[in-house]
C-alpha cells in the first residue's frame, strides 16, 4: 500500500517477512549483529540424497536513510556432488555476500533488485577432479525477487540470482495459495548451477506459518535431479524474524 508515494510501516513489514522467506533458500549465513533497526534475520537449512545439504542465515534491511533502498549480509556452508566425465565429484564449500539493493511494494506484491559482492571457497574431491570449481573465487552477485498476489487467495514468488566470476546461477519460482492466516501452500520448481554443475528440483511448499507476531516458518520438499547422478528426495526448512 502505498502513501503519499512511500511505502506504509506496515507494508515495509510485510515485504521484509515475504523476501526473507524467498532468499534463504538461496544463501545463508552466520546471523550478523546489527543495531536494533527495522530489518529481518532469516535462516534455514537444506538436504538431499547422497549427503548433500545446506546450512544458512542471514540479516536484511534498511539502515540506511535513504528510501527504497536494502541491505544484505548473507554466509553459506554446503556440500553437493556431480558427476564430470565419469567421475563423482564432491564439493565442500562455503560463502559469503554483502550486497545493496532496490526496493519497492504495492498492496498486492513487491519486487527487490541487489548487487553486491559473493566470495566462496570450495574444497573438490577426488583432488584434481575439478580444478575449475576448486579454491576460493570472487563474484558479483546481481539478484531479483517479488511477489504478486492475484485472485484474492493466489500469488507467484520468484527469486533469479547470477554470480559474474564463477558464472553461477540460481533460479526458483512457486505458485502459492493462501490456506490460512499468512501462511501458503503450494509447489516450486528450481535450477541452479554453473558451466560443469546443473541441477534441477521440484516439489511442494508450505510457508508463511506464524509463531507469534513477528517470526515466519516455511517446509518444502520433492525430486532433485543432478547432472550425472540419480534422482534423488530433497527437503527443508526456512524461517524469518522481522525486529
Known sequence: MKEKGRMTQDTRK????????????????????????????????????????????????????????????????????????????????????????????????????????????????PEGADNRADGGEWGLALTVLGQQEFAQHWAVNGIASYNIGPKAYWARGRILYKIFGDAWAGAEVIKHGDPFYHSTQGGLVLTGISLGRTVKLGFYGGVKKTGGQPRAFYGGLEISKAF
Open 14 to 125: 510485510n515485504i521484509r517477512a515475504d523476501r526473507a522467506l524467498a532468499i534463504v533458500t538461496l544463501c545463508g549465513a552466520a546471523i550478523v549483529p546489527l543495531p536494533a533497526m527495522a530489518g529481518t534475520l532469516f535462516g534455514g537449512a537444506s538436504f538431499a540424497g547422497g549427503g548433500e545439504r545446506s546450512e544458512y542465515a542471514g540479516v536484511t534491511g534498511n539502515w540506511l536513510p535513504v528510501p527504497f533502498l536494502t541491505q544484505k549480509l548473507v554466509v553459506s556452508d554446503y556440500h553437493y556432488k556431480y558427476g564430470s566425465n565419469g567421475t563423482t565429484v564432491s564439493v565442500n564449500g562455503q560463502s559469503a555476500e554483502a550486497a545493496l539493493g532496490v526496493q519497492k511494494g504495492w498492496k498486492t506484491g513487491w519486487v527487490e533488485a541487489t548487487a553486491g559482492a559473493r566470495y566462496r571457497y570450495n574444497r573438490v574431491s
